[in-house]
C-alpha cells in the first residue's frame, strides 16, 4: 500500500528467511568479523583480476544463503543485485553463474535497500514466492576505477572513506509466521539530492542531505516518531557524513541520540584500522545490516530497526566534467517478533 508521497507499506510483511555475508582480509580484522560467513585471507581470492574476485564473493554469498534455507537456486524467482563496477558485471556475471532471472540494479551505496525495498513490493503483491537480493563492493576494483589503483600510493584526505570488501545478500519471501524470522514493514524511496559537492573524497558529506531527506520523508509518510525505532542506521556516511545528516535532522526537528542513530561505515572496522572517516561502498550496508544488525534482532537486541542506505550517483566521467555528485538514499524498516 502505497503512503504519503514516497513510502510503502508491507501488509503481509515480507520475511527474509536467509543470509549470506562474504568478505575480505580487511573485514577479517574488524569489529563484525563473527558476522561473515565467509572471509578470505586477500583481496585475489584466488583470481586473476578484482573483478573476478568481486564475482566471486557474490557467488560465495548467494550459495551460503541458498545452503543456510536448504533451498535450491531453481525455486528463486529473481536474483535483484548491483555493484559499484561499470555496468555492475560482477552481479551480472554472478547471476550468469547461477542462471535465475535477474535484475541488476545501480543505486550506488544505496543499492541494499533499493533491491530490499522492490524485492518486499514484488512479494508483499505477490509478484514472487522468493526472491534473492543483495549487493557488494571489492576495494582494489572500486578504487582503480573511481580514483587511483591501490599500487599507486595516492595519499587521501582525512575525509575520505574505506571501500569494503564484500557481499551481503538475503533471500525474501512471503511472512513465515516465525518470531525469528525478520520482516520488512514499509520502504521509503528517496529523491535525488544534490548540494553542489564534488569533492570524491567526501562522499559522506555529500551523501548526507539525501539520508536526512528520506529520514524526513519517512517519518512523515508513515506518521511515526522516531521513538518507533530501537534503532536508525544509515549506509556509509562516514564520520563526517553521519555528523551532519544528525545535525541537520536535529535543525528540522527529528532529535535523534547517538545511541540510537548510528552508521553501517562506523560500525564495521575497529578504531585501530586505517579507515580514515569510516567505511563506505555498496558492500558496506549490505554486509552490516545481513550480517551483524539482523543477528543482533535474533539475539533479541533491537526488535524495530530503519536502514538508511546513501549512495552518491557519480562516475569517473561526471567528475572528470566538473559534475557535482547527485546523492540518494532508500529506506527500508524491519522488524521481528509478533
Known sequence: MRKGLQSWVFEK????????????????????????????????????????????LIEEAVETALKKCNMEKDALQFFIAGDLINQITPTSFAARTFQVPYMGLFGACSTSME????????????????????????NAAVEKQFRYPTEYGGQKPPTAQWTVTGAG??????????????????????????????????????????AADTIAAHFRDLQ?????????VTGDLGRIGHETALDLLNKNGIKLSEEQF????????????????????????ATV??????????????????????????????FQQKETIPCIAHAVSIEIGE
Open 13 to 56: 510483511r515480507p520475511s527474509i528467511i536467509s543470509t549470506g555475508v562474504s568478505g575480505g582480509p580487511f573485514e577479517a580484522n574488524g569489529r563484525l568479523a563473527n558476522d561473515f560467513d565467509y572471509l578470505h585471507e586477500d583481496l585475489w581470492m584466488g583470481q586473476d583480476s578484482y573483478e573476478k574476485a568481486h564475482r566471486l
Open 115 to 138: 533491491g530490499l525495498a522492490i524485492s518486499s513490493f514484488l512479494v508483499n503483491y505477490k509478484g514472487a514466492d522468493y526472491i534473492l537480493t543483495g549487493a557488494s563492493s571489492h
Open 169 to 210: 545478500v538475503a533471500i525474501v519471501t512471503h511472512h513465515t509466521g516465525k518470531e525469528h524470522h525478520p520482516y520488512t514493514t514499509s520502504a521509503t524511496i528517496g529523491k535525488v539530492v544534490d548540494m553542489g559537492l564534488s569533492d570524491p573524497f567526501n562522499m559522506g558529506g555529500a551523501m548526507a542531505p539525501a
Open 224 to 232: 511515526r516518531s522516531p521513538d518507533y525505532y530501537d534503532l536508525i
Open 262 to 285: 548510528k552508521d553501517c561505515g562506523l560500525l564495521i572496522y575497529n578504531d585501530d584500522q586505517p579507515v580514515l572517516a569510516g567505511a563506505s561502498g555498496a558492500g558496506c550496508s
Open 289 to 318: 545490516l545481513y550480517g551483524h544488525l539482523l543477528n543482533e534482532m535474533k539475539k533479541g537486541t533491537y526488535k524495530k530497526i530503519l536502514v538508511v542506505a546513501t549512495g552518491a550517483l557519480l562516475s569517473p566521467i561526471s
